[in-house]
């Protein structure tokens, strides 16, 4: 089976966005691939320095979601990057042969530092980030990183510093790491824009169903569709693209026709989608209520995640130390 590896920055709580978006696309690929799936809180630093304590915090809040929404220990190592320090050693090595115009390139992190005014981001940690996102990866050989297409650049600068190693000190030692791209619907928030959580208008999984229900009730809607009398068009309607990915298609054919004769209401339609999140959203509930309810069971699953990645990490880290030279 082919390596695959991915992580998550664990900078706020995780919302349905993230779940379609990513986390459901990791569970479904967990019986084809050696999966490594890692909550990324070093990287979560670069940004939020300011606020360690609260890294701590979303940290087991993400893992305690992967866990929750079906990534299985059994099925695939499952850790926390600060418990693998050996990402931090060769995150070092790397340092010394990536050229920083390299980072600068990187179409994000200009993006971002004009993004985020609120922190200062003219650091050397922030610059390195796809330094330590490449230490992530190459470490384990992964073959395949499933991620957003907003992360390709990442990827790209991360092919870039495999290659550059293997040029500098012995052909092929590192595989230069693929981008598994899945093709994944946008989901919108409750205001229409894309979901996220500096807009505030995102679904959480921590949210309760008396939340979910509300936030989905008072999502906006066609606004040419002002009443119930008002004929609609789906096409131009964020709920009708969360149909598009909960509901099934007989019952998109049934909204589609009656929202658009003024047959039925905004409400009708929006309760179809309100059953659908809460059916998908209710094991996931109980699961996190159940490592809620019994923290030791996810302190056990870091801990033996992180031992697995240790080992292969470790062994990693001694054969580049003796390709490179500096032990024998
Ligand atoms: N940059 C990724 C994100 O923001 C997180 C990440 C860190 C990652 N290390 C990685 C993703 C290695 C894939 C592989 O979500
Ligand atoms: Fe949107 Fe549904 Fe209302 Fe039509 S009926 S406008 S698709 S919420």
């Known amino acids: 089976m082919d390596r695959v590896l991915s992580g998550m920055q664990p900078s706020g709580p995780l919302h349905l966005g993230n779940l379609i978006g990513a986390l459901s696309n990791w569970v479904r690929i967990q019986d084809k691939y050696e999966c490594y799936f890692f909550v990324a809180d070093w990287h979560a630093l670069t940004t939020g320095y300011g606020n360690p304590s609260q890294i701590r915090d979303y940290t087991i809040d993400l ?3 992967f866990l929750s929404a079906g990534l299985d ?7 926390i990057q600060s418990q693998v320090p050996e990402h931090a050693e060769l995150h070092i090595f790397l340092s010394m042969i990536t050229p920083l115009g390299w980072l600068e390139r990187v179409p994000t992190y200009k993006e971002k ?29 992964a073959k395949y990183v499933p991620v957003g297409i907003d992360q390709v650049p990442h990827l790209e600068i991360s092919r870039e ?8 000190y012995g052909n092929d030692f590192f595989p230069e790491p693929e981008a598994l791209l ?20 995102a679904i959480y999984l921590s949210d309760d169903e008396k939340t979910v229900t509300e936030k989905l009730r008072t999502m906006v809607t066609d606004p040419a569709r002002k009443r119930k009398t008002d004929k609609g068009n789906p096409q131009v309607c964020p709920v009708f693209d969360l ?7 007989d019952e998109r054919q049934e909204i589609t026709k009656g929202c658009t004769t003024a047959t039925i209401g905004c409400l009708d339609c929006k309760a179809i989608l309100i059953k659908h999140v809460i059916n998908l959203m209710k094991p996931i509930w109980e699961k996190r209520q ?25 062994e990693t880290l001694i054969k580049m130390k003796e390709l490179i030279g500096w032990i024998s």
Do not use: C, W
């Open 63 to 65: 893992l305690m979601n």
């Open 73 to 79: 220990p059994e099925k695939s190592t499952i850790f």
């Open 113 to 141: 530092k004009e993004q985020i005014k609120d922190k200062d981001l003219d650091t050397y940690g922030f610059l390195g980030y796809p330094v330590l996102q490449t230490a992530d990866i190459i470490i384990y050989r």
């Open 161 to 168: 510093i495999a290659r550059r190693f293997n040029y500098l």
């Open 182 to 201: 899945t093709e994944f619907p946008k989901v919108p928030g409750t205001d229409g824009r894309k979901m996220s959580k500096s807009y505030g208008n």
């Open 243 to 249: 149909q598009k990915i909960f509901s099934t298609e």
């Open 290 to 314: 159940h490592l809620i309810d019994n923290p030791s069971v996810l302190l056990d699953i870091a801990l033996e995640g992180s031992k697995k990645a240790k080992k292969v990490a470790g």
